[in-house]
């Protein structure tokens, strides 16, 4: 409401939880508990709307980055715009926007990162797949401290989707994409593909081939690693 009154690029919107009106990707429940991180920023971007899926790539690398840098943990983002670490979302994005014919007239980026929640404020049937920064680090983290550096490394992945530096901001996503090139599954509209991922797409699709050597490309879907995929894993690790 605030961006479709006027409401100046950069206006940020912080709440320490939700209540209502928050709903995930194909209309999912948005779940935010206390001790976690949830925004809302005004963008009023130069770019045509044929280029606004790319926001949500910038963003998505925005949160991972910064939980690498800061902390040490190895996120990763799975695709489209989840954060993963150690196979548990930690972070999930959503964006929201209004265009005209040739223009965007703004888009309202909203962040959910699980930062200080602890585990078993989860709703029990995501406790097994969501984590958050402080359970695996052990410890408390600043939440200044982190919406600080996500400001920052978001302006900068800004600035190239302003700058129309889109290879730019796709190059980082595919760099910190689980599980590009592995073995996965996608479900799309209650269909299950198998296959191997094989690349994202300028407009952030991912692009598969499946098991009889066909070329997919999903603009939507669900992608777990195919179980192979993680025993072959969990037998590194040991």
């Known amino acids: 409401e605030m961006a479709a009154a006027g409401a100046e690029e ?4 912080l709440a320490e939880t939700q209540s209502g009106g928050a709903k995930g990707r194909i209309g999912r429940e948005w779940i935010s508990p206390f001790g976690g991180v949830c925004f809302s920023l005004v963008l009023r971007p130069r770019a045509q709307p044929r280029h606004a899926t790319k926001i949500t790539l910038a963003a998505a690398s925005a949160v991972c980055k910064t939980i690498r840098d800061l902390y040490g943990l190895d996120a990763k983002i799975n695709w489209p715009n989840d954060i993963l670490i150690g196979g548990r979302k930690v972070c ?3 964006t929201d926007m209004a265009t005209d014919v040739n223009s965007i007239k703004y888009i309202v980026l909203g962040f959910g990162v699980n ?6 404020a989860f709703p029990q049937k995501i406790q097994k797949t969501a984590t958050s920064i ?3 680090l052990g410890r408390t983290v600043s939440r200044k401290d982190f919406i600080d550096s996500l400001l920052l490394e978001f302006e900068r992945q800004y600035h190239n989707f302003n700058e129309g530096q889109y290879s730019v901001i796709l190059d980082e996503y595919k760099r910190l994409t689980y599980p590009l090139g592995g073995h996965i599954i996608v479900k799309d ?3 299950l593909y198998e296959g191997h991922s094989v690349d ?3 407009d952030g699709a991912l692009v598969m081939e499946t098991k009889e050597g066909a070329t997919m490309t999903f603009v939507t879907g669900d992608v777990h690693a195919h ?5 072959k894993k969990d037998e590194v690790r040991h």
């Open 134 to 136: 402080k359970e695996e």
């Open 92 to 94: 999930g994005i959503l």
């Open 200 to 202: 994202i797409s300028e």
């Open 227 to 231: 179980p192979d995929e993680a025993i």
């Open 189 to 191: 509209q209650d269909k």
């Open 115 to 120: 930062v200080n929640v602890e585990r078993m």
């Open 10 to 13: 950069g206006t940020m919107v």
